[in-house]
């Protein structure tokens, strides 16, 4: 998230990932780096250094990275650009149950480096299932590869981080043991969005809109991640996590953060993390009791989504038939401090849902009635401001206006900014700053150990009430619905109701 001045090349660096055959490399990770290339963003001395337990050559391996690429592309495929970004891809065996693959891994880097003229910088990219990240770590560690001896050595680590608070500080601490906090680049790839992004921006470079950012202005907030795929080929993953782990510690308390912090003195990577591990750890704590009624969990039933037939999340493959993972989870927060004393904030995210939608809408106050008494208004129309995380990234403002005619009649209106139509935006993956970040060595838009584990102590007590209190309901909502009634009661019970999704 570098500022424009200082948006220079990248230093001369190698990019070696670890999973480099997996989904994860060919949807996101390689389309980004293409897409990197193409706004002329990469290092002018730059290669790629795909790490896989299996021996495969490197032509092999820059085959499949071409037919990924041209499948996950977000954007037409240059061949000349796909083609100088991918003759530059090395295929390394690494496998960190044989030790020695990592010496000789070593010994390659060396010689690629001085080959290609690299000066040593290396960022590591873990873009593997999560129990590998301590082994892959140590023996980058054992083998002295993340050493900084006057060139930079980077690890990149995808979510999750960690189950539960315990796993979570463990995970941290033996990270540490090998590497500086500087050196650890936890990714969150809803923070490379362009909305979420610019809400600091909106929040304080707008003098329209700074002042009433508190809970003088604002009824409450909702933090909305729908999506429209049920667990799909992740089963087994989901069943051991569920969607309350898989969610709201990371993704959802990220945009938690961004909308609620408090203003840095600067937008120094430390500064911004400092004001967002602040908010959370200011999240009123859940007791036992409090846990149950505040947080409420769903899982889907056969249903039809996008007029297909699709079957429960207990058919799924590699799932228990008498599941209580949960795919859908709603709950209210409150954040202790002076700004936000009073005001809820309800988040909701789900599988096999009616849309594909991630959004933040924030409820203002309703304006007195005073003015329009004698008129045949029943009620006031909410004003909303609805930042729009995907799928069509964009602000909306809606307000009350008078409908045409000799009578005071309101409805509700819109002003709408959108990203693509206004700054006439190629499509991209989300991890292109992100990734951009990680090579100038720019962390505001990563998570510190605190602020992870801040994540994790607010939601614990969820986790240990609902292992405390199976569920015996589920499932309790139809694939393609609006998710479990308990939702909306959850809302219902404050007077208040969901804000209709487009």
Known sequence: MAADHARKKPDPCSFVIFGATGDLTHRLVIPALYNLATTNLLPEKFCVV???????????????????????????VDDAIAKRLLECVTSIEGDPNDPASFDAMRDRLD?????????????????????????????????????????????????????????????NAELLKLLHEHQIYRIDHYLGKETVQNILVLRFANGMFEPIWNRNHIDHVQITVDEKLGVGHRGSFYDKTGALRDMVPNHMFQLLAMTAMEPPISFDADEVRTKKAEVIKAIHPFGPAQALNDAVRGQYDTGTVLGRAVRAYRQEPNVAPDSVAETFIACKL???????????????????????????????HQAPYTLFRGTDVERMNPNWMILRIQPNEGIALEF???????????????????????????????????????????????????????????????????????????????????GPAAADELLARDGRAWRPLD
Request: hydrophobic share 40%; net charge positive.
């Open 50 to 76: 795909g790490v896989a337990r299996r021996k495969m050559s490197s032509g092999e391996l820059t085959d499949g990275l071409m037919k990924g690429l041209r499948q996950f592309a977000t954007r037409a």
């Open 111 to 171: 010689g690629l480096e001085a080959a290609r003229g690299t000066g040593g910088n290396r960022l590591f990219y873990l873009a593997t299932s999560p129990d590998a990240f301590l082994p892959i770590s140590r023996e980058l560690g054992r083998t002295g590869m993340l050493a900084e001896n006057g060139a930079w050595r980077r690890l990149v680590v995808e979510k999750p981080f960690g189950t539960d608070l315990a796993s979570a500080r463990t995970l």
């Open 334 to 364: 409150k954040i202790d401090n002076w700004r936000w004393a009073g005001v809820p904030f309800y988040l909701r995210t789900g599988k096999y849902l009616k849309r594909r939608v991630t959004e933040i809408a924030i409820r203002f």
């Open 400 to 482: 009350a206006a008078k409908r045409p005619g000799p009578t005071v009649k309101l409805s509700s209106v819109s002003m709408d900014f959108a990203y693509e139509t206004y700054f006439k935006t190629e499509p991209n993956t989300g991890y292109e700053t992100l990734l951009f970040d990680c090579m100038i060595g720019d962390a505001t838009l990563f998570q510190r150990a605190d602020n992870i584990e801040a994540g994790w102590q607010a939601v614990q007590p969820i986790l240990e009430a609902w292992a405390n209190n199976q569920p015996r309901d589920l499932p309790n909502y139809a694939a393609g619905g609006s």
